[in-house]
């Protein structure tokens, strides 16, 4: 299947929606809040979201994966990507497609690439079946950019130190879990150019955010946001 077609009929025609991706410790909060500042100030009404917990249900599906620990044990993969779905199907139908259809610009972390890089690299699940889920529980939406922002796992997890805190399940990882889930990642920006933006994370937050802007002005000519 095309997918790159299928994106083109199923993308909003009113908002930008546009979501941050990257390892833990990437830095993709400092540059969605970098991006809803610089689009606020262009008069763009801004949602600024993430995944999962964007919504009550999806605060509640992030506190069980992602912190519930020996409370609910071990999850099987297979579960983990229903979950991650369920928030998702929730948190497009609440949140995101009703600020795309009022033209808002979305900023989200992360979305359907996190569930083929963690679920389908990470966790060696069929990325054709991820995919399918997690396009039938959005019925089909895409975004029209994705920034990836890449980091070697060691880095982000030297970057996770340092701020200190508990790890989370996720974050707690192996180093080869982080390591597939980065190669992952760029698989997916190799195979759709024309949506990812890849950004090397190590840059300076000022040299990132001027990459980012300029590729979102060009999103649709200068009235794009």
């Not at 809803?36 to 009550?56: F, K, L, N, Y």
């Not at 605060?59 to 229903?82: K, S, T, Y």
Request: glycine share 10%.
């Amino acid at each position: 299947m095309n997918h790159a077609a299928e994106r083109a009929t199923t993308q909003p025609s009113n908002g930008t929606f546009i979501t941050f991706e990257g390892g833990d410790g990437a830095g993709k909060t400092t540059q969605a809040e970098l991006l809803s500042a610089w689009c606020a100030e262009r008069g763009r009404e801004v949602v600024r979201t993430r995944e999962p917990g964007g919504t009550p249900l999806g605060v509640e599906v992030r506190r069980l994966l992602l912190h519930g620990g020996d409370a609910i044990g071990a999850v099987d993969p297979r579960a983990e990507a229903l979950l991650y779905a369920a928030d998702r199907a929730q948190h497009v139908a609440a949140v995101v497609r009703p600020a795309l259809d009022r033209g808002a610009v979305v900023v989200q972390d992360r979305y359907i690439d996190s569930s083929l890089a963690y679920q389908g690299a990470g966790r060696v699940l069929d990325p054709a079946e991820v995919r399918g889920l997690s396009e039938w529980a959005v019925q089909g939406l895409w975004p029209h950019l994705t920034v990836l922002l890449d980091i070697a796992p060691a880095a982000a997890a030297a970057r996770r130190a340092a701020r200190g805190g508990t790890a989370d399940r996720l974050e707690a990882e192996a180093e080869a879990f982080h390591r597939a889930v980065r190669d992952g990642f760029l698989a997916l920006a190799a195979a759709e150019p024309e949506r990812y933006l890849v950004l090397d994370a190590t840059r300076p937050a000022a040299e990132l955010h001027a990459a980012i802007t300029a590729r979102v002005a060009e999103l649709d000519g200068a009235s794009a946001v």
